[in-house]
């Protein structure tokens, strides 16, 4: 297949899907166009010189006509859903395994739904003894996602609460699960320095370094291999506006592990099993710095005033020397 320039852009899944029909990649596309608001049709020539249009919607289903010694291109064209090709497949597994890590459940695809060709969205329903909730995983444009509670965006339709599903609990780029690492930047207030120091085992400020606060303040209510992390740790602090401000960060074996344990311990603090966290940020939080095996912070002598996710590609902050002091 070889490159050409399109008014048109070309469906990205256009050229596996003429692979597969084909069984051959020795063909070139040298048109787009818009078959209707909603699909494209990617006119070409294979090697032996035959004409080709490809249709291809955007919620997957695909038209492939050759044209005939009479310049027109057949009426009875090879039709199919690109969900039934090895691509979808493919897809569907990675969908699955998108919202394993998103959610914590086990997953299988259970239905197809198109938004208007602007979006695919892909029911998922645990499986097995996990009985949960079930949801709809919306495949945008760029690598995109967004997730809902609910088996239908409509609330008619289903028994998810309407809040649920006119909001997603969780939404960007699935390249972020790609990346197996989390941090965050935090800022406490200490109230008290005497009852801070003693929750820190140690005699002064001075003393806090990234190792206490990781020993300290990071205990864990679960193991972290279950919960799908290691390397657990935090930065030297530092005194900003008054405040003591750390990053603290964990490298990622599981994010569905990191998701289904921090569940279950806000679960356990509040009771609520409908919570999902909206990043793996929030699942960190959830189960480190909120960790109910940790005693809470006003008896440790601080409050929390800040708390930031440090996105995958920003820079870490550097270790430093500066001593803390209030």
């Not at 949801?135 to 609330?155: C, Y």
């Not at 405040?243 to 990191?258: I, Y």
Request: proline share 6%.
């Amino acid at each position: 297949m070889t490159e050409a320039n399109y008014k048109v852009k070309l469906d990205p899944r256009a050229a596996d899907l003429m692979t597969y029909l084909t069984g051959t990649n020795d063909f070139e596309f040298h048109d787009v166009q818009m078959y209707t608001w909603m699909a494209k049709a990617h006119f070409g020539v294979d090697a032996d010189g035959r004409d080709f249009r490809l249709t291809l919607a955007g919620h997957g289903v695909y038209e492939l006509a050759w044209k005939a010694w009479d310049g027109n291109y057949s009426d009875r064209p090879q039709e199919g859903h690109i969900e039934q090709t090895p691509a979808g497949k493919a897809a569907r597994d990675a969908a699955a395994e998108l919202g394993r890590k998103l959610t914590g459940h086990n997953l299988k695809v259970d239905g197809w739904t198109d938004f208007s060709g602007l979006a695919n969205g892909r029911v998922l329903k645990p499986t097995g003894d996990d009985d949960d909730h079930s949801f709809i995983l919306l495949e945008l444009n760029d690598k995109q996602f967004a997730i809902v509670l609910g088996d239908n965006p409509n609330p008619d339709l289903t028994d998810v609460p309407a809040e649920y599903e006119e909001q997603p609990f969780a939404q960007g780029r699935s390249s972020r699960y790609d990346i197996p690492r989390v941090a965050m930047s935090c800022s406490i207030n200490i109230l008290d320095k005497a009852a801070f120091c003693e929750a820190m085992d140690v005699k002064t400020l001075s003393e806090v370094d990234g190792s206490t606060l990781a020993s300290k303040m990071t205990v864990l209510s679960v193991d972290a291999k279950t919960a799908g992390l290691s390397e657990i740790e935090c930065s030297a602090p530092t005194v900003k506006k008054g405040f003591l401000a750390f990053e603290t960060r964990a490298h990622v074996e599981d994010f569905g592990a990191l998701v289904r344990e921090a569940r279950g311990c806000y679960a356990d603090c509040w009771g609520d099993d409908d919570w999902y966290p909206a990043s793996p940020e929030d699942a960190f939080y959830e189960i480190a710095l909120a960790s109910n095996a940790n005693p809470s912070p006003d008896v440790m002598g601080f409050e929390i005033v800040g708390m930031k996710p440090i996105e995958p590609d920003e820079v870490p902050m550097t270790e430093t020397a500066e001593e803390p002091s209030l």
